[in-house]
């Protein structure tokens, strides 16, 4: 079962490392002004991608024992709708022009985008405390900086653009990383 937890977290890195891309390129260009729907579209993309990925962690629950990688699939379950639940109230503000919910609009997503730093930051420590059982420690170390780097500039809310653009390197090392992991004979 564990190596079924392993693929499906890596098809969930590999969402992540297509859908952040995108959803910055649309908000560069503001796209969703116009297409304030896609927006709510790609936001429920986004949470099912750390929901998927958050599995991976499970996976080094139940094959390294690994304390960590629970809390981190726990998490993983519970953070990405604190995302989903701004948006869809930016989106209610857009098309109702309820101006009086932008306070709430501002903490959600000030809130959203701290905590999943904080469970970026949390994916990357579980990484490289699993190094040695992955059986590619060097892939562990690399996958565990990024994804705590990622989630430093989530974390910094105004650097948050940088950490966009570091989850493609930081995904795809973790997609090949779980690919190639021991699951220890499960």
Do not use: H
């Amino acid at each position: 079962m564990s190596k079924a937890n392993f693929i499906i977290g890596a098809v969930g890195m590999l969402m992540l490392t297509i859908i952040v891309p995108v959803m910055m390129a649309m908000s560069f260009f503001d796209i969703y002004y116009y297409l304030p729907g896609l927006s709510t579209v790609f936001a429920i993309v986004l949470a099912v991608s750390i929901l998927l990925g958050g599995f991976a962690f499970l996976g080094f629950r139940n094959s390294y024992d690994s304390t960590v990688g629970l809390v981190a699939f726990i998490l993983s379950l519970i953070f990405p709708w604190f995302l989903l639940a701004a948006n869809l109230i930016s989106f209610l503000i857009f098309i109702t022009w309820a101006y009086y919910l932008l306070g709430i609009w501002a903490i959600m997503a000030l809130l959203g985008v701290i905590l999943v730093g904080i469970l970026f930051i949390l994916w990357g420590v579980s990484f490289i405390m699993s190094r040695e059982d992955t059986g590619n420690s060097g892939l562990a170390i690399a996958a565990g900086v990024l994804w705590i780097l990622v989630g430093a500039f989530f974390c910094a809310y105004i650097l948050e653009f940088i950490g966009d653009i570091l989850i493609i390197p930081a995904g795809i090392v973790a997609m090949i990383l779980l690919f190639m992991a021991n699951t220890n004979g499960t």
